[in-house]
């Protein structure tokens, strides 16, 4: 018997007005005992295929059996027999990890006196242990993230659904997440479906589901899915070319699906048949391909040939730094959240600030942009002292915050308007910047939709074109692709790489290892200190171990944050 099952499945909604298809007829199942990778955008349908599983929502037509049983007809079955960890998982901030489980233990009718058994079994699993206490408010987003899962497995379920778990949370705890659920599977025999929009992850899957626009594109295994990509998949470098410059060059060549930048090499997709163009002066070398590489052919994106649309300033080219730490610190009351931090970006320079959560890197990107004073030290932004002149370097910054922080009552437009008077832009000029603005990011078509009903990707366009109306020169963005599929992520880089280009210094925090690949350099933050800083090769090189000859950027990272952490 299959885990679930889906024959002809169709769901649409409402909104702004108008029809959308969330699911068109798709069909498929998923095996028991095994892990199922559900792969697809923005609003490709995943959310809306998970929430019909769970019993929560009826299809229009079509079916979908659990275990058997009917998730329409039999609903309340369905629930009683799955754990669903949605993607916003409720946990109760102002209640402790234990007073969380007593709750979801109530909930789904666990038995009293199974339960000290079962929380302790959940909490030792999670390394949870020793967290009983803690205000589920105070713990990290990692620390939430197993908290919620364990909530959801508070009866012993057959099958497990999780709706992007991994989302906003580092790689450390992304891998203890699915060491968790590696071993449910294992120990326990728990079949899960898993959705996602990291492709890496889609690796670790048994099987993987590909959905785009409503519907179900692909179906297998990854290695099966990463077949006809070979001998497609290129390593092209330059010591002559700039690696922005080379990466725009082949994005325009023929033949040439996707050109990603990854450390000092430009990794391109090429069209079956196709190699990269020779008259490039550059070395070429094979590369093995990776799920990624299958997922962004079969969508035929397109998104590296597109023209940024704007005509910005250039600013003037040169090496001065425009943003100095010297021994930056921020306490709140006796913790340090921030300890002795120095370190320069230069103009036109790509910088990302890694780091587990809880690292200090919000706090610390805060106070760059003026918005929380430091304790001690220097800050020196644009060429003016944080601590002495905050509103005059605001004026020169442009922010994008790790949450949607536009106000989502209002519409596109309204947000566009409100951003561009706030920067002081009016008239002739601030109707100029938001007419740029729409046709830049390709939100004439939604301009009227309510910001908060905006898919993600959408949502993160929104609050870039709101952050570049006044054309900054220093642009600080804070996890801004977190949660965002791989497809709306190129086209946020091709912006990004184009912005620093014209001399724009960008300053970036992530989660996501395969976009530190594409800064000039990293530094990596652990307890509020720098661990590491160089270029993502150097950064690489340190990692390097005769048990790791070829480490990732994930891999390098782990290490320093656990080497950290036994000393």
């Known amino acids: 018997m299959t885990a679930l099952e889906s024959v002809g499945l169709s769901k649409s909604f409402l909104a702004g007005g108008r029809r959308v298809d969330a699911l068109s007829e798709v069909s498929f199942s998923v095996r028991r005992g095994i892990v199922t990778g559900l792969i697809g955008p923005d609003a490709a349908g995943k959310s809306t295929l998970m929430r019909l599983a769970a019993g929560l929502l009826a299809p229009d037509s079509g079916s979908i059996s659990v275990l058997g049983m009917d998730s329409t007809r039999d609903s309340i079955r369905v629930q009683g027999a799955i754990g669903y960890m949605p993607q916003r998982f409720g946990l109760y901030e102002d209640l402790s990890v234990e007073e969380n489980l007593v709750l979801y233990a109530d909930l789904q009718g666990v038995e009293k006196m199974d339960r000290p058994a079962r929380f302790r079994e959940l909490l030792s699993m999670a ?217 320069s970006v230069s103009r036109g320079e790509v910088f990302g600030l890694l780091g587990a959560n809880g690292a200090g890197k919000s706090t610390t990107f805060r106070m760059l942009c003026g918005l929380l004073p430091p304790s001690g030290g220097s800050l020196r932004v644009a060429g003016v002292d944080l601590r002495r002149a905050a509103s005059r370097a605001r004026a020169k910054i442009g922010y994008m915050s790790q949450k949607f922080s536009l106000y989502g009552n209002l519409s596109v437009m309204e947000n566009l308007k409100f951003f561009g008077a706030a920067y002081g832009l009016s008239g002739k000029e601030g109707a100029a910047r938001i007419s740029r603005a729409l046709e830049e990011f390709s939100l004439k078509d939604i301009a009227a939709s309510v910001s908060e009903d905006l898919p993600l990707g959408y949502k993160q366009r929104l609050a870039l074109a709101c952050a570049l109306m006044h054309e900054p020169e220093i642009l600080f963005l804070d996890e801004p692709t977190s949660g965002v599929d791989p497809i709306a992520r190129r086209e946020f880089w091709k912006r990004i790489n184009d912005l620093a280009g014209n001399g724009v210094t960008v300053m970036v925090t992530t989660h996501f290892m395969e976009e530190a690949e594409y800064c000039d350099r990293l530094a990596i933050m652990a307890s509020g200190e720098i661990l590491s800083m160089g270029t993502p090769a150097e950064i690489k090189e340190e990692a390097k171990s005769p048990d790791l000859p070829e480490p990732s950027m994930e891999d390098a990272f782990v290490k320093l944050i656990e080497s950290r952490a036994a000393k």
């Open 127 to 343: 390394g949870l242990s020793s967290f009983m206490k803690r205000l589920a408010g105070n713990l990290s987003g990692g620390m939430k993230q197993k908290l919620g899962l364990c909530c959801a497995l508070v009866r012993q379920p057959d099958l497990l659904l999780l709706d992007e778990p991994t989302v906003g949370v580092d790689p450390l705890s992304r891998r203890e997440l699915w060491a968790i659920v590696y071993r449910l599977v294992k120990e326990k025999g728990t079949s899960v479906l898993l959705s996602t929009a990291y492709l890496d992850e889609a690796e670790r899957c048994d099987e993987v589901l590909l959905l785009h626009d409503g519907k179900l594109l692909a179906q297998g295994t990854p290695d099966s899915l990463r077949a006809p990509m070979q001998g497609r998949v290129f390593s092209v470098k330059s010591e002559r070319i700039g690696k922005r410059e080379l990466q725009a060059r082949l994005s325009a060549q023929p033949g040439v699906i996707d050109a990603l930048i990854h450390g000092d090499h430009i990794r391109v997709v090429m069209e079956e048949g196709h190699s990269p163009p020779s008259e490039i002066s550059a070395e070429i070398s094979r590369l093995s391909p990776r799920f990624e590489d299958r997922f962004v052919t079969l969508l035929q994106t397109g998104v590296q040939k597109a023209d940024s649309g704007f005509n910005r300033p250039r600013f003037p080219e040169s090496r001065d730094a425009v943003i100095e730490l010297r021994n930056l610190e921020r306490r709140f009351g006796e913790f340090r959240a921030v300890k002795d931090v120095s370190f």
